[in-house]
T-cell receptor, first 115, second 114 residues
Framework: ETGVTQTPRHLVMGMTNKKSLKCEQHLGHNAMYWYKQSAKKPLELMFV???????ENNSVPSRFSPECPNSSHLFLHLHTLQPEDSALYLC??????????????FGSGTQLSVL | AQTVTQSQPEMSVQEAETVTLSCTYDTSESDYYLFWYKQPPSRQMILVIR??????QNATENRFSVNFQKAAKSFSLKISDSQLGDAAMYFC???????????FGKGTRLSVIA
């Protein structure tokens, strides 16, 4: 089983729907991240959780709501999304607290399409 | 704010040949880390190589090596003996020595021609 697992792999939703993305890591890490990957743009950091506490919110619209119930699980709740929110959403984890050189481990992402 | 620039949106290389991917960055810090991540069609990003700015010696990992020019703020990736499995998006990334987030470039799509 891979270290970081994301579900679903693909998601199509209407603008009025509510859905959730799930991320689970089996590496014993203490930090988890949500990134947004859009075509021809750098990866955008959305949220960071360290030891279950949110330590970074990169000016993300409130229609994206993260949840970290424990150090192994991370959710991204979606509601009233816009077509421009269509993108690949990547989850990552790291040891946490090890400084700038620590390695991030990524999942395979959820490809989201908003109609 | 720190920025990372990858000036080559696409590159191609013949199998078994060598290719160099470019990356420049902007920072006022003296202590930081630089990374190259690979994203194959499976979409899962994987760390290829990491360089600590205070180390003058260029990092190497098997067929992958970097040319780190601190004064020029340049961090290029060299792939030797290219293989079909090297075909992927390659992202250059920067991070301060503290617990600040990674900053990524836009990526370079590498094709390997058999």
């Amino acid at each position: 089983e891979t270290g970081v697992t994301q579900t679903p792999r693909h998601l199509v939703m209407g603008m009025t729907n509510k859905k959730s993305l799930k991320c689970e890591q089996h590496l014993g890490h203490n930090a988890m991240y949500w990134y947004k990957q859009s075509a021809k743009k750098p990866l955008e950091l959305m949220f960071v959780y360290n030891f279950k506490e949110q330590t970074e919110n990169n000016s993300v619209p409130s229609r994206f709501s993260p949840e970290c119930p424990n150090s192994s699980h991370l959710f991204l709740h979606l509601h009233t999304l816009q077509p421009e929110d269509s993108a690949l959403y990547l989850c990552a984890s790291s040891q946490g607290g090890s400084g700038g050189g620590e390695k991030l481990f990524f999942g395979s992402g959820t490809q989201l399409s908003v109609l | 704010a720190q920025t990372v620039t990858q000036s080559q949106p696409e590159m191609s290389v013949q199998e078994a040949e060598t290719v160099t991917l470019s990356c420049t960055y902007d920072t006022s810090e003296s202590d930081y880390y630089l990374f190259w991540y690979k994203q194959p069609p499976s979409r899962q990003m994987i760390l290829v190589i990491r360089q600590e700015a205070y180390k003058q010696q260029n990092a190497t990992e098997n067929r992958f090596s970097v040319n780190f020019q601190k004064a020029a703020k340049s961090f290029s990736l060299k792939i030797s003996d290219s293989q079909l499995g090297d075909a992927a998006m390659y992202f250059c990334a920067y991070r301060d020595s503290g617990n600040t987030p990674l900053v990524f470039g836009k990526g370079t799509r590498l094709s390997v021609i058999a």
